[in-house]
């Protein structure tokens, strides 16, 4: 499986001055940057230091040329402040600033400035303009107090952070991983990091299905600087990661957090790619009697092909049904949990000392829930609104609690805590014909082989398998 993605860079600068008699402050300029040559060797090549942690800024002109390694006319040079990161659909962004004080660099005129890791060479040029689109040159008088803001931002491709199928960084910024602050110029260094892999689309596995991860010692990371490439590759062997589940979804996972996270797009969507094909599995023998049947991954599509001897023949396929009766695994986060569930992947069995929990039940139609393992309050919803009472445990202990059939079938699910803590896990489903998603129309004969071909939304690995996984940033220039 490879995944390949082109992301683009972009710097902003806002210059803002402040009058410290009369304390007005406004905006008079702004730069758009040109990133120069040295910024790809120097982020690709995961050297030790960023590109981005100071502001750099000049009193030169000229014609801003990517070969440049300097100002124009080089004045000085700050740290940048503490990062703010902001993250939206198509893009997240960095932004540090610096202040020149009413005492500093009066009577010299500011034209240009750039980023750099705290010296004179800088990675990105731009000279200012005024809210016209002008070059402008902003006097230093000692009455002024000048911020420099620059921001650094990241653009997704054209789907986003997060287009169904992949997720370039969570919402939950507050830790960002490596590669990510890497990439917008402050961090040290690329972490080789892991490959996780997990049944379904969750955080943290749960109920015996154990998530797997590749482990740093199975991922190799190189660099291509000629073609601003950066390439994660993992091999999962044959003899791990084999669950009964399959894998439902795969995550670069470094220090401080995934790059990036890669599903289906819920139970209705498609890997990122396309699906995953299973050839000539056995399904059984027949003993003229059973007519319901059961692939060894689920959510197969309809267009599975099941033979008889060899023969293909016409059964009743039931499309994307799971394989489990605990469907903990394919419960849907529907709002941020701040201590294990993050937006966009799914169910947490634990939800923390302090939490609330909220899930979809992205089967709801269907297969509606029975029973869960509950200590606590749960609560169900029609449109995530207006809640319900459904069961309650008032005690630290959890147990398998029934769900009234009125609410079995609701879309929506809420955990309350009990006291500290509570326990929320196991929503099973009796229906479905139990999870049988092939059927006869009259039993095939004994001793009948079955075998059939489909496609399936999981990752399909088995013992007879390896599993390689390929992801490759391309860097460019984001040019507004």
């Given at each position: ?23 007005e ?18 982020l ?5 230091n ?10 030169g ?25 902001t993250?939206t659909p198509?893009?997240?962004?960095r ?19 750039g980023?750099s890791?705290?010296s004179t ?18 006097l ?12 650094v ?21 507050t ?7 890497r ?40 660099y ?12 999962l ?11 439902g979804s ?21 890997w ?6 299973v ?9 003229g ?17 099941v ?21 903990s ?14 937006p ?27 029973s ?10 029609d ?14 202990s ?22 500290q ?39 399909p ?12 940033f ?7």
């Amino acid at each position: 499986m490879k995944y390949k993605a082109d992301l683009k860079l972009h710097n902003r600068y806002d210059v803002f001055v402040k009058n410290v008699i009369t304390g007005e402050e406004k905006q008079v300029a702004y730069a758009e940057n040109i990133i120069l040559d040295g910024l790809w060797a120097r982020l690709i090549a995961a050297l030790s230091n960023a590109y981005g942690t100071h502001i750099n800024y000049g009193t030169g002109a000229g014609t801003l040329s990517a070969s440049r390694s300097t100002m124009f006319s080089y004045l000085g040079f700050k740290a940048g402040s503490a990062s703010v990161y902001t993250l939206t659909p198509t893009h997240i962004s960095r932004r540090t600033s610096i202040v020149l004080l009413e005492n500093e660099h009066v009577g010299q005129t500011l034209t240009e400035v750039g980023l750099s890791a705290g010296s004179t060479t800088i990675y990105t040029h731009a000279v200012l303009r005024d809210m016209n689109g002008n070059p402008v040159s902003l006097l230093k008088k000692d009455t002024d107090i000048i911020t420099i803001y620059a921001t650094v931002y990241l653009v997704f491709p054209e789907a986003g952070w997060y287009n169904g199928s992949v997720v370039f960084q969570v919402k939950q910024i507050t830790t960002i991983p490596q590669t990510i602050r890497r990439l917008l110029g402050e961090a040290t260094a690329f972490n080789t990091g892991t490959y996780d892999f997990y049944p379904w689309h969750q955080r943290i596995p749960t109920d015996g299905y154990t998530g797997v991860s590749l482990g740093s010692a199975y991922i190799s990371q190189t660099y291509n600087i000629p073609n601003k490439k950066i390439i994660w590759y993992g091999r999962l062997p044959a003899n791990t990661g084999n669950v009964v589940t399959g894998f439902g979804s795969v995550s670069l996972y470094e220090l401080g957090g995934q790059v990036i996270y890669m599903k289906p797009s819920g139970i209705s969507g498609d890997w990122h790619g396309g699906l995953f094909e299973v050839i000539g599995e056995a399904i059984a023998t027949g003993d003229g009697t059973t007519t319901d049947f059961t692939t060894k991954f689920p959510f197969i599509q309809s267009d599975a092909v099941v033979k008889v001897n060899g023969t293909p023949v016409s059964v009743t396929i039931m499309d994307n049904c799971p394989n489990q009766r605990d469907i903990s695994h394919y419960m849907e986060c529907v709002e941020t949990h701040p201590y294990t569930c993050l937006p966009n992947l799914a169910f947490s069995s634990y939800a923390g000392p302090y939490y609330d929990g909220y899930w979809e039940n992205p089967f709801y139609q269907t297969f509606g829930i029975d029973s869960v393992y509950l200590a606590g309050y749960l609560y169900t919803s029609d449109d995530n609104v207006n809640w319900t009472l459904a069961a309650s445990r008032a005690s630290t202990s959890a147990a398998q609690t029934a769900i009234p059939s009125e609410h079995q079938h609701k879309r929506y699910w809420k955990g309350v805590r009990y006291g500290q803590s509570w326990w929320c896990r196991s929503f099973t489903s009796a229906e479905a014909n139990n999870f049988k998603n092939i059927r006869f129309a009259s039993p095939p004969a004994v001793g009948a082989v079955i075998t059939a071909d489909y496609k399936t939304k999981v990752i399909p690995k088995d013992v007879n398998h390896i599993f390689d996984l390929t992801i490759e940033f391309t860097l460019a220039e984001y040019v507004p």
